[in-house]
């Protein structure tokens, strides 16, 4: 019996190990060995170069940037889009009723394609758009796209106006967790609406308010399609992200041995960044007791 249950157990779990077979283990030690030759992508043969991509890689300038622009975005999007999650969750978390049609109406954005929200915001920044005539009017003149700061900080709206939704849903879930009638001793107590907040609402929401946190750093790691359509990874490398950096590499100057190389590259630093937050805000809820 237990070996028929193991059977079936397998029958079930197989479509998902096949799934990641094919399309993560697979490719990935695909990748590791292109990184080790010099194939453009092209040509049916190639050479092996042992480790000159990945010195290449480590003494590039965009490589460089790349790694440092993501640490950038993260200042920008996650304190921002963190900010905007917990306003609509608590605003919403507060409504007598119709919380599900508000939520759903704040998580559309995310099912939106970065394709056309982008081309919309580049639209609205363009030279001719309205904002930007009645800005010159003004004698004020930006070049949002074209400005290295102003850049990031377009593309960290972007984002952060399309993931506000997805972890304001998050978050009003462990809202919706915390027993009122903690609330309700709170108020006898005399404890102000901040003092609630801080000291009763943050730390019994720590779980939720540590799973967008960390999916939010994550999202830095993986910015393509907004810099790819409004920026090309400029001006001057100062939104070029890894994943940019790999796309040029690989499909602009088809060094896909090169490419390869940053991939991996661009994964340790992922996995290394990533870690290491995690046991930044485990220790932070630990500090607090929160955990």
Do not use: C
Request: glycine share 6%; charged share 10%.
């Amino acid at each position: 019996m237990e070996k028929n249950n193991n059977r079936l157990g397998w029958l079930f779990t197989s479509p998902y190990l096949i799934y990641s077979v094919l399309f993560f283990f697979g490719p990935l030690l695909w990748s590791f060995y292109l990184s080790f030759t010099d194939w453009d992508l092209i040509a049916p043969s190639y050479n092996f170069v042992g480790f000159s991509n990945f010195a290449d890689a480590l003494s590039s300038k965009a490589v460089h940037a790349a790694f440092w622009v993501t640490y950038k975005f993260m200042m920008i999007f996650v304190p921002l889009v963190t900010a905007m999650a917990m306003a609509v969750a608590v605003i919403v978390h507060s409504l007598p009723r119709l919380k599900s049609l508000f939520l759903i109406g704040f998580f559309l954005p995310y099912l939106s394609s970065g394709v056309v929200s982008s081309l919309i915001v580049k639209g609205i920044l363009s030279y001719t758009s309205p904002l930007n005539t009645s800005l010159r009017k003004l004698g004020i003149q930006v070049d949002w796209l074209g400005t290295p700061i102003a850049a990031l900080f377009v593309v960290g709206l972007i984002l952060a106006w399309k993931f506000t939704g997805y972890y304001a849903l998050i978050l009003t879930s462990g809202l919706s967790s915390i027993d009122n009638e903690i609330y309700e001793a709170a108020a006898i107590d005399g404890v102000s609406d901040r003092q609630r907040f801080w000291r009763i609402t943050l730390p019994l929401l720590y779980p939720a308010l540590y799973t967008t946190l960390i999916l939010s750093f994550g999202v830095t790691f993986s910015i393509f399609t907004e810099v790819y359509q409004l920026t090309g990874g400029g001006p001057n490398f100062a939104t070029n992200t890894w994943q940019m950096e790999i796309f040029n590499q690989a499909f602009r100057n088809l060094k896909a041995g090169y490419a390869s190389a940053v991939a991996l590259l661009a994964s340790v630093a992922t996995f290394v960044s990533i870690f290491g937050i995690r046991k930044l805000l485990e220790m932070w809820g630990k500090r607090n007791g929160w955990i």
